[in-house]
């Protein structure tokens, strides 16, 4: 059966893996194979290669795209490349409680927020997930395909938001309240529980400076504790519909294959609808290699196989609820609609 | 004592963590007391390595050689414990639920702790380290800027206090090229070059620090050994071989040195570390 099967009802498709296996170029080709189908379908992407974003005719300014693009059904094809520092700026002026242009100034000109807020852990997890509830809920969309950012680990991405909300929430901005310039909301907290040796200790680790901005920084962000819960609640209930379905992007590669493997079996664990893993860049040709003169080519070609084998070997180790796909190794000069077309009526089933 | 710190970055996928564990066998054959570390929060080298823990504590791996996982919350714990003395003042204040959150969130405080315990042997802080090289396979490119930047960056923002001192040595350390040592790893492909050079730009230009580079996985072809192949597997390969001679033209053009690791065609992860410690040793010297 060739390409892959979503289910009918998708809507969302979020595509996950760690980095340089080629998902943003999976996303895109996803895409163009969805729109050539008739719908309607918006890719946001994090960060495509100058060739991607050229042949698609996109630019890296975080506003919305339309690709250029003849589809028979009737599609469409969007695309936006999220611009990470404008949204959290978008969600600082947008979603506080409060109406009151100082409190957002306040806080966009928090010296501990200027030098930090772009490169807090989560932050650009916490702009993606953001950006696709946006267009989501826009309605606007048939499908809407998520290039997940270049973390390590999918677990960054899944709990990016989670860190963000911590830093936004409630309890630990209250601990600043009651104070004004002095972190005495703190002290009070400590010291119902310990002694005067712990705020000794509190000064000589980090100093009465930092609790000062520390204190100045939480009570800045106070106003978006509420709409932020909201936000984040709203996001998770999305990554968990029933429309929305996980793709895991990986390599051909022994230990790449074993982190996928498990990889899959904890987000399975965790709720998310994980239902098709693409092995991709996978080098056919490699089979119709006959005795070739050069023993290097030989090696290599002995080498791609033996990694298939060694795939093969492992199919039955996945679960059976997922289906194993494999992908084509796309030619650089492809990296077009046509190409990713082609990539995309490539994607074959292995289980 | 610690007398270098190695760090390995590079843009996700180019082969960080193998080429760190290349790095740390091959000074390890120096006769050199050789700590491998990682900051993933997911140990790679478990599973890769085949281990059967990997923790804060330095376990042996082969001889001369140690291996390790930094968590910023352990590294912390370190720190404070040295500074504090006592034990039951730690639990008291790092076990509180309201500090224990306030640690998880504090900007910045993370990339402070982690680049505190790579830096405490030379600064004396902390419990002495009987290794004299760190080999630490770092974060990708974007997020291992904005570890570099932390010190820098807190600073700025409180430059008074310990914190404040502590992240101005730090920063200081981290500057000095007798210490710190960057490897950038690389594949021979438009992104990851791309991506190598804007970091090797970014270094030098904030940090003036020069990074070593190493362009992995080349496939040592040359045209001529592709003619009597299939059409697809030839195209395949010359644009492989296109890649690489584009990428070191790329490098050429701004002067930047490098070494290459060839891939090599082996599936066994002992005997493909072996082969590429031998390759290195040939290219280092």
Same mark, same amino acid.
């Given at each position: 059966m060739p390409m892959l099967q979503l289910n009918k009802n998708t809507k969302t498709i979020i595509c996950i893996g760690?980095?340089?296996?080629?998902k943003t170029t999976m996303s895109a080709s996803l895409a163009v194979g969805y729109a050539n189908q008739g719908k309607k379908v918006l890719v946001l992407t994090i960060d495509p290669s100058l060739r991607l974003a050229q042949s698609l005719g996109?630019?890296?300014?975080?506003e919305l795209h339309q690709v250029k693009f003849v589809s028979a059904a009737g599609g469409e094809l969007w695309s936006c490349v999220i611009d990470h520092k404008n949204t959290f700026e978008w969600f600082v002026r947008n979603a506080s409680?409060?109406?009151?242009a100082t409190d957002v100034e306040a806080l966009l000109k928090n010296r501990l927020y200027q030098q930090l807020s772009g490169r807090l852990s989560g932050s650009q997890e916490f702009t993606s997930l953001i950006s696709l509830y946006r267009f989501v809920s826009?309605?606007?969309?048939d499908l809407v395909i998520l290039d997940t950012?270049?973390?390590?680990?999918?677990w960054n991405f899944l709990r990016g938001p989670e860190k963000i909300s911590a830093l936004f929430n409630e309890g630990v901005a209250s601990w600043f309240r009651?104070?004004?310039?002095?972190s005495v909301g703190l002290f009070k907290k400590i010291l119902n529980v310990g002694t005067t040796q712990v705020l000794k200790a509190l000064e000589t680790l980090t100093g009465s400076h930092f609790m000062k901005e520390l204190s100045l920084f939480f009570k800045a962000i106070q106003k978006w504790q509420g709409p932020l819960e909201t936000y984040i609640m709203n996001c998770h209930r999305l990554l968990v519909a029933n429309e929305t379905e996980f793709i895991l992007v990986t390599a051909l590669d022994s230990s790449r294959i074993t982190e996928a493997q498990k990889l899959s079996r904890e987000i399975q664990k965790q709720g998310?609808?994980?239902?098709s893993v693409i092995i991709n860049?996978?080098?056919?040709?490699?089979?119709?290699?006959?005795?070739?003169?050069s023993a290097r080519v030989n090696d290599l070609v002995k080498y791609y196989q033996s990694l298939e084998n060694d795939l093969q070997s492992r199919l =039955?180790?996945?679960?059976?609820?997922l289906k194993v796909y494999k992908c084509f190794e796309l030619r650089? =000069?492809?990296?077009d609609v046509k190409g990713l077309q082609k990539n995309f009526e490539n994607i074959r089933l292995l289980s | 004592m610690v007398k270098k710190a190695h760090l390995v970055t590079g843009k996700g996928g180019v082969g960080k963590s193998l080429f760190s564990t290349v790095l740390a066998h091959y000074f390890s054959t120096q006769n050199q007391q050789i700590l491998l570390t990682e900051l993933t929060?997911?140990?790679?080298f478990k599973d890769y390595l085949g281990l059967n823990e990997i923790t804060y504590k330095p376990q042996h791996l082969k001889s001369n050689l140690d291996i390790s996982q930094w968590s910023p919350e352990d590294c912390l714990k370190e720190y404070c414990l040295h500074l504090l003395k006592i034990e039951s003042l730690y639990k008291l204040f790092f076990e509180n639920p309201v500090s224990k959150s306030l640690i998880q969130v504090a900007p910045g405080l993370h990339e402070l702790a982690l680049l505190g315990k790579l830096t405490s042997s030379p600064r004396q802080v902390g419990p002495p380290m009987r290794h004299d090289q760190l080999v630490v396979d770092s974060y990708a490119t974007g997020h291992f800027l904005s570890l570099l930047r932390a010190p820098s960056a807190l600073n700025e923002a409180i430059p008074f206090g310990p914190m404040g001192e502590q992240s101005k040595s730090i920063n200081s350390w981290i500057r000095n090229p007798d210490f710190t040592q960057i490897h950038i790893v690389s594949l021979a492909e438009e992104l990851p070059i791309t991506e190598t050079i804007e970091l090797f730009k970014q270094l030098k230009s904030e940090f003036n620090i020069n990074a070593s580079l190493c362009l992995n996985?080349?496939?040592?072809?040359?045209?001529?050994?592709?003619?009597?192949?299939p059409a697809e597997a030839r195209e395949s390969f010359k644009e492989t071989i296109e890649k690489e001679n584009w990428s070191r033209a790329e490098l050429k053009k701004l002067n930047i040195n490098w070494i290459e690791l060839p891939l090599i065609p082996e599936i066994d992860t002992n005997k493909l570390i072996s082969a590429l410690v031998k390759v290195y040793a040939n290219a280092a010297t």
């Open positions: 760690s980095g340089g296996v080629g996109i630019k890296p300014d975080g409680s409060s109406d009151a826009s309605g606007k969309y950012p270049p973390s390590q680990h999918t009651d104070s004004d310039t002095e998310y609808r994980l239902t860049r996978v080098p056919e040709w490699a089979s119709a290699v006959k005795q070739p003169k =039955n180790s996945f679960k059976t609820s650089q =000069n492809s990296e | 929060e997911h140990s790679f996985k080349m496939s040592e072809l040359q045209s001529s050994d592709l003619d009597d192949l």
